[in-house]
């Protein structure tokens, strides 16, 4: 029986991932992400000291957006059984332009917490979190994040080298993700509909459609 590791989005929880159902005859685990050991720990080296997490020696990793990023890393170090994106990038070629024109700025490193935060009340919009539950979470996985966390993760993310579609991943993707705006290619899992958050918002259709690719794992 594979063990199903789940690796959140950028500094948040279990919570994200909570309303998802799999298959019964798999294990389900989440992830805790670890501190960054300095702002410019390198990917493969903070992904090196993650998978000590990952036990099971033929697991199956799930990662929702950022942890989608994540998943791709451990999946070059671990070579799991299948490995699966949400609301994600499959390669550094669907981040938009404008990510990179920031990260170029480097606004990522000055930029203070609190001016990023003061962004709180248009973040339900942005990320799609439309009951009142889910813009609770929203806003306290924003207020909790870890500084140090965010600023790395964020270099990470802006300097992601990854060129080429990882063999035999799968990625699922809303049609109306904001953050992340669709990146189409063949063989993308698309959600009509579907924006950054719908793991909350839609946690049905989407355990229904990782049933169907995990009903024979």
Known sequence: MSTVYLISGLGADWRMLQFLKLPDHLEKHYVDWIAPEHVDEALPDYVRRLKQEITDPDPILIGLSYGGVIAIELAKVLQPRKTIIISSLDTRHGLPWYYRALGKMKLHHWVPLKVLQSALPFAPWFFG?????NKKLLKEVILDIDELFLRWSLGQLLDWQQEEVLPGLVHIHGTADRVLPLYDRPGLIKVPGGEHLM??????????????????E
Request: aromatic residues 4%; proline residues 4%; charged residues 20%.
């Open 129 to 133: 979190a439309h009951s009142r539950y």
């Open 199 to 216: 793991v909350l918002q839609q946690p049905g259709e989407i355990s229904a459609i990782l049933k169907k690719i995990l009903e024979n």
